[in-house]
């Protein structure tokens, strides 16, 4: 039998997904694909994370180009279709003209722009594709400020990604609510406030009206002859279904392509579905309805036709870290039978909203908390009748545990509201097709592949069904899982969205709560990316943080001055001794780093201690600069060729205070003899003749690292800015509790001279720059709290009252 000629027009979300609905039926069709990108089908959804630095172009791939070649699928790429000639049944894309027994239209959707003068201006994009994204990137990384015309979905999207590119981004939008298609007046002043907060500029009732500037952008102008000076605007100001090649070849056509319940149009051989379809006068601009269309259309094209597709309930989240919201259905009342349920709570921005018409939810928006997103839908798909329960609407339902609790859920649910996939299609696969992680799942079904919310949903089904057979998703270098990010990523949104403590991030970012392992982590990272420009949390704080000496383990401390470079005096040591006898020091002990190290000290002693002694904290207890050991250089060594003690004590006065991934310890020789093993420190500086070698990366601990060679200078002055250069990109890109050695081994030493020594001078200038504002804000804990404790009982352990010791209830 002769197949049949399938040309699918777009390959987008929409046509991909129908695509494979039919290609699972196992027709008898020979498939030609033809798309105007030069990129197999991809997640439009995510185009926001990529602008946001997030995730990669590649990462957003749904069909690679295997996928086509498996299901023998011709695909063609940079193919624009320019006309259907629907009475010869053909095709034409350039220079290539296609036949087709069955044609399905899957062009999908076109940005709005809006009558603006000079909207060609360079730097003014919309936000639809790749290129798009990849051109805005481009142009986020030469400017400052950014302007996005559209207050939608997709418009504060945008103006977050723009945001975590380092820009100041102010969303302009024309009417009185964002995102006024799914939130009324009440939720859009909530989310106007959630979005301010992370520092993004919001303007309502604003129409633009030209854009200024001398071939680039340089200026929006408003209608109220108001100016705001940009260099970069996105459009995005809504979609417009992409009808002319349909228009062009005489189907009917109103604001989209006119279909039947089974997604038909006027011409029985040619189908449509996605963005470019009007449905019963609807035309559906998110991705939950498209995939809906897409069933319907794949039994019906393949002549198995089975029931028909009645409209979809559109619901939307936005994609912006930090706020949740949730919308569905119907947002402001449109019939007298509508009533409506609210719940607000201002202090935790949290907004509630749910219409009901004849005892049915039409319309829920959640704000702030939208984890009973899920369920509320399904009601609405449902047409769940309510009753007297409105009262309880909000009220969590009895909690089972996240396992037990999606288990208990009908298999006809739909857990994956972007793909439309059910708890059942998710269990058949879990059973019948062996899936074992949530990766696999989303490989069968789809689920997760949209916005990626219901992955704990599936994560949940696994483990109820597959108990400890389950795979685990490997974890990609999340600080925690209380804060499930990278260090990198957190960096960012700390700088971008000015989040000034621990609590704040995990607060927007976390679980709110934190443990032992993620809080000291974020406190480093906050100290670093600020600058030292943070609020400290001292209850983020290991105890040997809060109280600035090390905790030994008999609840005693140690107390380790500062000798930089290894040197002291006599009038020191008197200190030291006199303070030793005075506070019962139980050892005194000469350290490795050549510091001396009292030990046994009561925790209630350690102010005195060190208003007594008056020497500087050794840090001895920090993930910081410890010491620089040294030699005695050319002062007395007859080998010397270096004056190591010198630049010993003038390193450690140069970086001394400041936090670091994990402890740093440097080291100084005069020589290659090597006394002070330079060569088996973090970073080290070895006295060569006619200059020194910059070493980094040595160990001498549980593991023994030679260091290896950074560079050779000629001068003090050189060796000392490469250490410093050096040692800012550690404490900018090392892990939390990354030693430097492994560090050197996990980045590599080449691309580490790449971005520090033969980086260009404005890069390490840039370095240089942030460890000097750092070093700023640093103060001697000792100094400061000696006198002046952060509060009273810093240095007094909680010890309960004889009487209360022994508590006793008698019935």
Not at 386 to 414: C, Q, W, Y
Not at 721 to 730: D, G, H
Request: include cysteine.
């Amino acid at each position: 039998m002769q197949r049949k000629r399938l040309v699918v027009i777009g390959n987008g979300m929409a046509g991909m997904a129908c695509l494979d609905h039919i290609l699972r039926r196992k027709p008898h069709f020979q498939v030609t694909v033809l798309g105007e990108e030069p990129h197999p089908n991809y997640n439009r959804i995510l185009l926001s994370s990529v602008l946001a630095g997030e995730k990669s172009v590649g990462d957003i791939f749904i069909n690679t180009p295997a996928w086509y070649e498996e299901n023998g699928v011709a695909l063609l790429l940079n193919a624009k279709v320019t006309e259907i000639d629907r009475a010869r049944k053909t095709v034409t894309a350039g220079d290539k003209t296609l036949p087709y027994d069955l044609l399905l239209l899957a062009t999908g959707s076109l940005p709005v722009i809006p009558p603006i003068q000079d909207a060609q201006k360079d730097g003014v994009f919309v936000f639809r594709n790749i290129a798009d994204t990849e051109n805005i990137i481009a142009r986020a990384g030469a400017v400052k400020k950014a302007a996005v015309i559209g207050g939608g979905l997709l418009g504060l999207e945008a103006a977050r990604g723009l945001q975590k590119q380092g820009l100041q981004v102010t969303v302009i939008h024309n009417g009185d609510t964002l995102m006024s298609m799914q939130v009324d007046e009440t939720g859009g002043k909530f989310l106007k406030r959630e979005i301010e907060k992370l520092g993004i500029n919001v303007l309502l009732d604003k129409t633009t009206e030209r854009f200024l500037g001398n071939g680039h952008v340089q200026g929006v102008q408003f209608r109220d002859g108001a100016v705001l000076d940009t260099d970069l605007v996105v459009i995005a100001c809504g979609i417009r279904p992409n009808v002319e090649l349909a228009r062009k070849a005489g189907l009917t056509v109103n604001r989209g392509i006119v279909v039947s319940d089974h997604l038909e149009t006027s011409d029985p051989s040619v189908f449509a579905v996605g963005e470019c379809v009007e449905h019963r006068g609807v035309c559906y601009g998110l991705v939950a309805p498209l995939y809906d269309q897409g069933r319907v259309l794949a039994a019906a094209i393949t002549g198995e036709k089975g029931p028909p597709y009645e409209g979809s309930t559109p619901a939307s989240k936005l994609k912006v870290m930090g706020i949740e919201l949730f919308s569905a259905g119907i947002v402001r009342p449109v019939a007298e039978n509508t009533d409506s349920v609210t719940y607000e709570d201002h202090l935790d921005g949290v907004y509630k909203k749910v219409l009901l018409e004849n005892n049915r939810i039409v319309g829920t928006l959640l704000i702030g908390d939208a984890k009973d997103a899920n369920r509320f839908l399904e009601r609405m798909r449902k047409k769940e009748i309510i009753g007297r329960k409105h009262n309880l609407l909000f009220e969590p339902p009895v909690s089972l545990g996240s396992a037990e609790d999606v288990m208990s859920r009908s298999d006809s649910e739909t857990l994956c509201g972007c793909v439309g996939v059910t708890k059942g299609t998710i269990i058949e696969a879990v059973r019948e097709k062996q899936c074992k992680s949530v990766s696999d799942v989303k490989a069968c079904t789809r689920a997760t592949s949209g916005c990626g919310t219901c992955a704990g949903l599936v994560s949940d089904i696994l483990k109820a069904v597959l108990g400890h057979e389950m795979t685990e998703e490997k974890k990609k270098d999340v600080v925690c899982a209380c804060v499930p990010f990278s260090q990198p990523q957190l960096r960012t949104m700390i700088q971008t969205q000015k989040l000034k403590s621990v609590q704040d991030i995990l607060d927007i970012y976390g679980n709110g709560a934190g443990c032992s392992t993620c809080k000291p982590a974020l406190s480093f990272i906050l100290d670093e990316a600020l600058l030292g420009d943070h609020l400290e949390d001292r209850s983020a704080r290991f105890i040997n943080d809060r109280v600035h000496a090390n905790i030994q383990k008999d609840g005693s401390f140690s107390v380790v001055p500062r000798m930089r470079g290894g040197v002291t005096s006599a009038a020191e040591l008197r200190k030291i001794a006199d303070v030793a006898d005075k506070f019962k020091v139980k050892m005194v002990k000469v350290t490795g780093s050549q510091r001396i190290d009292l030990l046994g000290v009561k925790k209630e002693d350690l102010p005195k201690m060190w208003a007594e002694l008056g020497m500087p904290s050794g840090h001895a207890y920090a993930k910081a600069v410890r010491m620089v050991k040294s030699c005695v250089g050319t002062d007395f060594c007859r080998y010397g060729t270096q004056n190591s003690i010198e630049t010993g004590i003038r390193l450690e006065r140069t970086l001394e205070g400041l936090y670091t991934p994990a402890k740093v310890k440097f080291g100084v020789v005069g020589c290659p003899r090597n006394c002070a093993e330079a060569t088996v420190k973090d970073i080290g500086l070895v006295g060569i003749e006619g200059g020194w070698q910059v070493v980094i990366g040595g160990a001498a601990g549980k593991r023994v690292r030679p260091a290896d060679i950074l560079t050779t200078v000629a001068t003090t002055d050189d060796a000392m800015e490469t250490a410093c250069v050096f040692f800012q990109y550690y404490r900018e890109n090392g892990n939390y509790l990354e030693r430097v050695y492994d560090f050197v081994e996990r980045v590599g030493l080449q691309k580490i001279r790449e971005e520090t020594v033969l980086a260009s001078p404005e890069m390490k200038k840039s370095l240089l720059d942030r460890l000097s504002k750092g070093k700023e804000k640093v103060v001697d804990p000792w100094a400061v709290e000696s006198s002046k404790p952060v509060h009273p009982m810093q240095f007094n352990d909680f010890v309960l009252p004889k009487e209360k010791e022994a508590l006793v209830i008698v019935p």
